[in-house]
């Protein structure tokens, strides 16, 4: 989004948790944003941006409840598909779920046989509960993934998810420890938590993956000295 308002010249107002990824505010201030911090994780900065919005009159971006956004964000697996074209399996990330939502509408469009998998930590699990349930859920998110700590399921996302997700994983942190340390030590990759979630089913879940071609999104790499040490010491022990 700093990206994008940057190119047009538009100003570009984030809201972040007070204890957000020092690399990804770097990045964001880097791009000119303005960035504003409240609350203890990402629903309360969020819930904070729509009081702002209403209030000064802004056009606010919704993180996953934006037709917009799942259709920029679809465009991921859409690549995905063009360079894979026998790809069996999509297996990705949800956080709020614009990246599944999006990627569920390329594949079925494309071809209905491509399986896509969400995949969510055990830790943050709103997104799974509302999909089970049918409703939106709330849940308690203790996650360390900051890229897919959610406290809630989303209309939208969720809307999609129901008619077009063939299956959602859960995975714990320690997991996403293991994914992290793998991507470095097998693939020479660099994951934060989010972007490692994904590989963290794949490897829980072998019967899903076993013997089919499958695309695994590695979402983000924006993770730390400190966050990495400590994936490592997991993946090590």
């Not at 074209?85 to 469009?109: F, Q, R, T």
């Not at 996650?143 to 969720?158: H, K, M």
């Amino acid at each position: 989004m700093a990206s994008a308002c940057k190119l047009f010249g538009v100003k570009a107002i984030i809201g972040l948790p007070e204890d957000a990824n020092p690399n990804k505010v770097a990045a964001m201030r880097a791009l000119g944003a303005e960035l504003i911090f409240h609350g203890a994780d990402f629903d309360a900065a969020r819930l904070h941006c729509e009081r702002l919005a209403k209030e000064e009159g802004y056009r606010f971006v919704h993180p996953v409840n934006d037709p917009l956004l799942i259709a920029g964000v679809a465009t991921q697996a859409l690549e995905t598909v063009e360079d894979l074209p026998d790809v069996e399996v999509l297996m990705l990330p949800l956080g709020g779920g614009s990246g599944i939502s999006g990627a569920c509408i390329v594949a079925k469009g494309i071809d209905p046989s491509i399986e896509v998998l969400a995949v969510q930590s055990e830790q943050a699990q709103a997104g799974y509960l509302s999909w089970k349930k049918g409703e939106i859920v709330e849940s308690e998110m203790n996650t360390v993934a900051e890229g897919i700590a959610t406290r809630s399921g989303y209309e939208l996302a969720q809307q999609i998810m129901a008619d077009l997700l063939d299956d959602f994983l859960l995975v714990s942190d320690d997991e996403i420890h293991q994914a992290i340390g793998t991507l470095v030590d097998k693939a020479h990759t660099l994951a934060e938590g989010a972007g490692a979630t994904a590989l963290a089913g794949a490897i829980r879940y072998p019967e899903k993956v076993k013997g089919k071609k499958v695309a695994v999104t590695i979402s983000g790499g924006n993770i730390t000295v400190d966050q990495l040490r400590e994936s490592l010491k997991v993946y090590q022990s």
